[in-house]
């Protein structure tokens, strides 16, 4: 099966500065890469996707990256606010069977 | 927030009893799952199902069973609760060649 690696565990950036989150994947039939952030306490929400027929997408501040030859994909978060601090999941997979990544906690200190 | 709701919310249970979690959706979605969130392990599917009596095992569904005797209800038992079972469980809705998957609050439980 799927097995998704999720780096680092824990990130520490300054206000303003940019983050990026990274994961590998195994299984090259997976064609589906969403990210999840989840606030203290609360369930993991949905922030961006990425299919694997695209290398890269955007919206507003995030960004995912793909690169299906060496298998991994990548979260880039730009201009980073407090708001920004959370955990978030990298997961793969596709036909409605996901793997997730061991989770990334983000800091964004003032 | 995708018409999920998980019961309970937080549970307190004993070494050895049954416990029963259910999920609720009121999106009609054909996919439902189960998840425990560890430190450090991310998110790991226990059970999932792709319809009515339709149900297949996880990466870690040893102590635990499913059933879902109708579209709208996912349930999740472990027969008889062990302290390795403390964890939060999240239920999760996708519908048919959707891929996207929409998470309910989380049940938080400790088994002492």
């Known amino acids: 099966g799927e097995n998704v690696e999720q780096h680092p565990s824990t990130l520490s950036v300054q206000e303003g500065d940019s983050a990026v989150i990274k994961c590998t994947y195994s299984?090259?039939?997976?064609?589906?890469f969403p990210w999840y952030k989840q606030e203290l306490g609360k369930r993991p929400q949905l922030i961006i996707d990425?299919?694997?027929?695209?290398g890269e997408k955007k919206d507003q501040r995030i960004a995912v990256t793909l690169n299906k030859t060496a298998k991994h994909f990548s979260l880039h978060i730009t201009e980073t606010q407090p708001e920004d601090s959370a955990v978030y999941f990298c997961?793969?997979?596709?036909?409605?069977?996901?793997?997730f990544g061991g989770g990334t906690r983000l800091m964004v200190k003032p | 927030d995708a018409g999920i709701t998980q019961s309970p919310r937080h549970k307190v249970t004993e070494t050895g009893t049954p416990v029963t979690l259910r999920c609720h959706q009121t999106?009609?979605?054909?996919?439902m799952y189960w998840y425990r969130q560890d430190p450090g392990h991310g998110l790991r599917l226990i059970h999932y199902?792709?319809?009515?009596?339709?149900?297949d095992k996880g990466e870690v569904s040893d102590g635990y069973s499913v059933s879902r005797s109708k579209t709208e209800d996912f349930l999740l038992t472990l027969e008889s609760a062990t302290s390795s079972q403390t964890s939060v469980y999240f239920c999760?809705?996708?519908?048919?060649?959707?891929?996207?998957?929409?998470f309910g609050a989380g049940t938080r439980l400790s088994v002492l």
């Open positions: 299984d090259s039939a997976s064609n589906y």
């Open positions: 999106e009609n979605h054909r996919y």
């Open positions: 990425i299919r694997s027929n695209v």
């Open positions: 997961a793969g997979g596709g036909g409605n069977m996901l793997t």
């Open positions: 999760a809705i996708s519908d048919l060649d959707a891929d996207i998957q929409y």
């Open positions: 199902s792709y319809g009515v009596k339709d149900t």
